[in-house]
C-alpha cells in the first residue's frame, strides 16, 4: 500500500525567506503527483500537478519537482509571504487500481510572519 | 461558475441517527471521490465512483453508504454505524479517461460534529 510522507510537519519562517517542502512515496507506480494548499476549515486547493513522465513544474513563485525512482518530490516556495500561510498537501495519484486514487500525506503548516 | 458544491458547511449529528451529506458538481466529470480528514491527518478515501450507478468501497468504507443515480451528484450517508463520524468530509471529482491519470477537483468540505 502506498505509503505519503511529508517533512516538516510544521514550518515557520519569516517573510521573504526561500523555502523547501519534502514529500516522499513508497511506490513509484504512480500517474501523477498534485501538491494542494488548504486553508484552515476549508477545502483542498490545487497548486501543481506533475506527471509521472516530468520532472518539475512551475507556477508563479512555486515550483514543485519530482524524482519517481527515488520516490521523492519537493515543493519549493520562493520569496515567500504572508499570504502562503497554510497547510500544505502532498498526494500521488497511485496505478493500483483501474480508478487512479490519491494517497494523501499529513501535510506540512505553514507560517510566514510579517 | 464550474465547480463542486458541499452541503451543508456544518452539520451535527445526534446518537444512533443517520446523516447525509451533499455533494453536487457541473464539472460534467465522471468520477466523484468521498474523503476524511481528521485532525494532523492525510485525507482517506471513503468511496469513489467511476460512474452512474456503480461506486467501490475506499480504506475506510465501514459505516457509509452512498448512491450515484446521477452523474451530478454523489451524496454521502454517514450511518449510526459510524461510532466516530465527527471529522471533515471532503468530495472531490475528475475527469476519467480509462486511467487514473487526471486531477482531482475539491470541494469546500463538511464538518460533521456529535451532538
Known amino acids: 500500500k502506498q505509503e505519503v510522507t511529508q517533512i516538516p510537519a510544521a514550518l515557520s519562517v519569516p517573510e521573504g525567506e526561500n523555502l523547501v517542502l519534502n514529500c516522499s512515496f513508497t511506490?513509484?507506480?504512480?500517474?501523477?503527483l498534485q501538491w494542494f494548499r488548504q486553508d484552515p476549515g476549508k477545502g483542498l486547493t490545487s497548486l501543481l500537478l506533475i506527471q509521472s513522465s516530468q520532472r518539475e513544474q512551475t507556477s508563479g513563485r512555486l515550483n514543485a519537482s519530482l524524482d519517481k525512482s527515488s520516490g521523492r518530490s519537493t515543493l519549493y516556495i520562493a520569496a515567500s509571504q504572508p499570504g502562503d500561510s497554510a497547510t500544505y498537501l502532498c498526494?500521488?495519484?497511485?496505478?493500483?487500481?483501474?480508478?487512479?486514487?490519491?494517497?494523501f500525506g499529513r501535510g506540512t503548516q505553514l507560517t510566514v510572519w510579517p | 461558475d464550474g465547480g463542486i458544491t458541499q452541503s451543508p458547511k456544518y452539520l451535527f449529528r445526534k446518537e444512533g441517527q443517520n446523516v447525509t451529506l451533499s455533494c453536487e458538481q457541473n464539472l460534467n466529470h465522471d468520477a466523484m471521490y468521498w474523503y476524511r480528514q481528521d485532525p494532523g491527518q492525510g485525507l482517506r478515501l471513503i468511496y469513489y465512483s467511476q460512474i452512474v450507478n456503480d461506486f467501490q468501497k475506499g480504506d475506510i468504507a465501514e459505516g457509509y453508504s452512498v448512491s450515484r443515480e446521477k452523474k451530478e451528484s454523489f451524496p454521502l450517508t454517514v450511518t449510526s454505524a459510524q461510532k466516530n463520524p465527527t471529522a471533515f468530509y471532503l468530495c472531490?471529482?475528475?475527469?476519467?479517461?480509462?486511467?487514473?491519470?487526471?486531477?482531482?477537483?475539491f470541494g469546500d468540505g463538511t464538518r460533521l460534529s456529535i451532538l
Open positions: 498526494a500521488v495519484n497511485d496505478r493500483g487500481s483501474t480508478l487512479g486514487r490519491l494517497y
Open positions: 511506490d513509484s507506480a504512480i500517474y501523477n
Open positions: 472531490a471529482s475528475s475527469i476519467w479517461t480509462g486511467g487514473g491519470d487526471q486531477p482531482q477537483h
